[in-house]
C-alpha cells in the first residue's frame, strides 16, 4: 500500500516539470475566462497535460500549493481547475490522503468501456453516414499508414489516437464528440497505449482495416458492429492487463 506524505505530494507535482516548458505557449487574447488562455484554463490544461502524459497516475496526491508554485500563478485558479478535474471523475477524495488521482476499480474500468462501445459504435455509424468521400479516403490513408508503422509502438499509440479522431470528427455531432473526449480522458486513469503490446496492435490493425472497409462501402450496420466489437477487444486486453487475477 502506498504511504502518503507531504513530501510525496511535492514530489508528485515535480514531475510537473517536464511539462512546463509549452506552459506559455497556449496563451492567447480574447479567450473567454476559463478558457486554455485563462489562468485558471491553463492550470487545469497542464493538470490534464500531466494525466494524460502519465506525468501523474492514479493514487498521487494533488496539492494546491506546489501546484500553484509550479505553474506560477495563484491558487484560486488551481483551485478552480482541481474542481473541474474533480467533476470529470479524475480526481477523488481518498481517506487519510486527501484529494489524489482517481483510482479505478474493476467494476468502473468495466462501465467505462460499456460507454465506450455504445460511443465509438454510434461514432462509426454516424461517420458512415454523414462523412464526405474525402473523410472517407483519409480514414483508409491512415489504415495504410498504421501498416507502415507496425513495430513502431510509440508512433502506433499517436496514431490509434489520430485513427479514432478521424471518425469522431467525421461523425459531424458535437455533443456526440464531447462525449467521447469525456469517456476517453477517462481512459488516461488506466495506464499506457495498448499499442504499446505488440500482439494488440496487431490485432486493432485488423480490426481498424475491417472498419475502414465496412465504412468505405457506406454499410451502417456493419460499421457500426466491428467498432463496437473492437472495443470489446481492448476492454478484454485491458481487464487481464489490470485485473490479472480476477476470475
Same mark, same amino acid.
Given at each position: 500500500?502506498?504511504?502518503?506524505?507531504w !513530501?510525496?505530494?511535492i514530489?508528485a507535482?515535480?514531475k510537473?516539470?517536464?511539462?512546463?516548458?509549452n506552459g $506559455?505557449?497556449?496563451?492567447?487574447n &480574447?479567450?473567454k475566462?476559463g478558457?486554455r488562455g485563462s489562468? &485558471?484554463?491553463?492550470a =487545469?490544461q497542464?493538470l490534464?497535460?500531466?494525466?494524460?502524459?502519465g506525468?501523474l497516475?492514479?493514487?498521487?496526491?494533488?496539492?494546491?500549493?506546489?501546484?500553484?508554485?509550479?505553474l506560477?500563478?495563484?491558487?484560486t485558479?488551481v483551485?478552480?481547475a482541481? $474542481?473541474r478535474l474533480?467533476s470529470e471523475g479524475?480526481l477523488?477524495h481518498? *481517506?487519510?490522503?486527501?484529494?489524489?488521482?482517481?483510482t479505478l476499480d474493476?467494476?468502473?474500468?468495466?462501465?467505462?468501456?460499456?460507454?465506450r462501445?455504445?460511443?465509438e459504435?454510434t461514432?462509426?455509424r454516424l461517420?458512415?453516414?454523414h462523412?464526405s468521400d474525402?473523410?472517407v479516403?483519409h480514414?483508409i490513408?491512415?489504415?495504410?499508414e498504421? %501498416?507502415?508503422l507496425?513495430?513502431?509502438?510509440e508512433?502506433?499509440?499517436?496514431?490509434?489516437?489520430?485513427?479514432h479522431? %478521424?471518425?469522431h #470528427?467525421?461523425?459531424?455531432?458535437? =455533443?456526440l464528440?464531447?462525449?467521447l473526449?469525456?469517456?476517453?480522458s477517462?481512459?488516461?486513469? #488506466?495506464?499506457?497505449? %495498448?499499442? #504499446?503490446? *505488440?500482439?494488440?496492435a496487431?490485432?486493432?490493425l485488423? !480490426?481498424?482495416?475491417?472498419?475502414?472497409?465496412?465504412i468505405?462501402? $457506406?454499410?451502417?450496420?456493419?460499421?457500426?458492429?466491428?467498432?463496437?466489437?473492437h472495443v470489446r477487444s481492448?476492454?478484454a486486453e $485491458?481487464?487481464?492487463?489490470?485485473?490479472?487475477h480476477?476470475?
Amino acid at each position: 500500500m502506498r504511504v502518503y506524505t507531504w !513530501e510525496y505530494g511535492i514530489v508528485a507535482y515535480m514531475k510537473l516539470n517536464r511539462l512546463q516548458s509549452n506552459g $506559455r505557449k497556449s496563451r492567447s487574447n &480574447g479567450e473567454k475566462p476559463g478558457g486554455r488562455g485563462s489562468r &485558471g484554463g491553463h492550470a =487545469y490544461q497542464k493538470l490534464r497535460d500531466a494525466l494524460k502524459s502519465g506525468a501523474l497516475k492514479p493514487g498521487d496526491r494533488i496539492m494546491e500549493v506546489p501546484i500553484a508554485e509550479q505553474l506560477n500563478v495563484s491558487r484560486t485558479p488551481v483551485r478552480d481547475a482541481i $474542481r473541474r478535474l474533480e467533476s470529470e471523475g479524475l480526481l477523488e477524495h481518498a *481517506p487519510r490522503a486527501g484529494l489524489v488521482v482517481a483510482t479505478l476499480d474493476r467494476r468502473a474500468v468495466a462501465e467505462l468501456y460499456e460507454m465506450r462501445e455504445v460511443l465509438e459504435g454510434t461514432s462509426a455509424r454516424l461517420f458512415t453516414r454523414h462523412s464526405s468521400d474525402m473523410e472517407v479516403e483519409h480514414l483508409i490513408e491512415l489504415v495504410r499508414e498504421e %501498416q507502415r508503422l507496425q513495430g513502431n509502438p510509440e508512433e502506433l499509440a499517436k496514431h490509434n489516437h489520430r485513427f479514432h479522431m %478521424q471518425i469522431h #470528427l467525421g461523425a459531424h455531432n458535437r =455533443y456526440l464528440e464531447k462525449a467521447l473526449e469525456a469517456v476517453n480522458s477517462s481512459l488516461w486513469l #488506466l495506464g499506457k497505449s %495498448q499499442m #504499446l503490446l *505488440p500482439h494488440r496492435a496487431k490485432g486493432a490493425l485488423a !480490426e481498424h482495416m475491417e472498419l475502414a472497409k465496412a465504412i468505405q462501402k $457506406r454499410d451502417a450496420d456493419l460499421a457500426e458492429s466491428l467498432a463496437r466489437k473492437h472495443v470489446r477487444s481492448a476492454q478484454a486486453e $485491458r481487464m487481464r492487463t489490470l485485473f490479472p487475477h480476477s476470475d
